[in-house]
């Protein structure tokens, strides 16, 4: 187990070197001039190159991606802005301040909104896929998969703003989506999150139910499952202690990609319910041409998908015995 987490932690480790140099190199194509948006419209020469110069724009580009990745393990020392400590993602050619500071001030809202999603979607996704699949072939087993179809189809942009018209605006039923940290009231970061919640559950749920029901329908037909009913043992005990377990596999591995896309992907539902976490950062991270944010903010993605994926495959021992890491 621990060779196998460490080589996959190293290959993670390639993998987000690979991503973070594609993001800077590509940035770069973008004929905007950070130098110059940091240093104002009105910028003369001999402060714009000051400017350039203590952003280390004006080294070669190899050299500065080396300087960053440097910076992330042994801290950096930016000329007029100050030191930056390790792990430094640098400094924000916009607001003059550590994007790791920026960054970690938004991710309560991203994990809030991701973690609480997956809560309600998973409970409600698994629990009807079951129940599908022990009534299958009824008219609850019907609803259930016209229902997910009709779920898979939709998307967040377009049940988001429905929904905030007619919950929020309309009827008032729900209110404005905004985010309270949880430390500072309970109740008031669940009622700011709740909208996007039930969304994300809307358009989530329906792909939980459609494989926990197929999952769940061929475990019940396992020798394993069969056994144990054989013996006397009752039903809800058969379901929840064979069957589940061995659905679990398929819902793990499907949970840990849409947490990290969600993780990843959340500039559409921060967007859409005008909530300020890490994907609006990236949007004006994009906007601003500012490189260090928008580098910070598409490594947190990436590595939030690969640290799911390492996590996925670690479960999978622990769920299943009969699956050997090697």
Known sequence: MFRFITRRTLGAVVTLLIIAACTFFLFFAVPADPARLACGKVCPPELLEQARHNLGLDQPLFVQ????????FLGRDYEGLGYCSAPCLGFSFV????????????????????????????????ATGIVAALKQGKALDKIA???????????????????????????????????????????????????PWVVLAIIFTANYTRMTRSTMVEQLTEDYVRTARAKGMANRSVVMRFALRGTLITIVTILGVDLGTLIGGAIITEQTFGLQGIGQLSIRAVWSSDLPMLMATVLVAASAIVVFNIIVDVLYAVIDPRVRLS
């Open 65 to 72: 991606f080396l300087t960053w990745v440097g910076g992330i």
């Open 145 to 195: 998969s016209v229902s997910s179809l009709i779920g898979a189809s939709l998307q967040i942009y377009f049940i988001g703003t429905l929904a905030l018209y007619f919950l929020v605006y309309k009827n008032h039923i729900l209110r404005q989506p905004g985010y309270v940290p949880f430390t500072e009231n309970p109740l008031n970061w669940a009622a700011g999150l709740m909208l």
């Open 95 to 126: 607001n003059k301040a550590p994007v790791l500071d920026t960054i970690l001030d938004r991710m309560p809202l991203t994990i809030s909104l991701t973690l609480g999603a997956a809560v309600v979607f998973l409970f409600f996704g698994v």
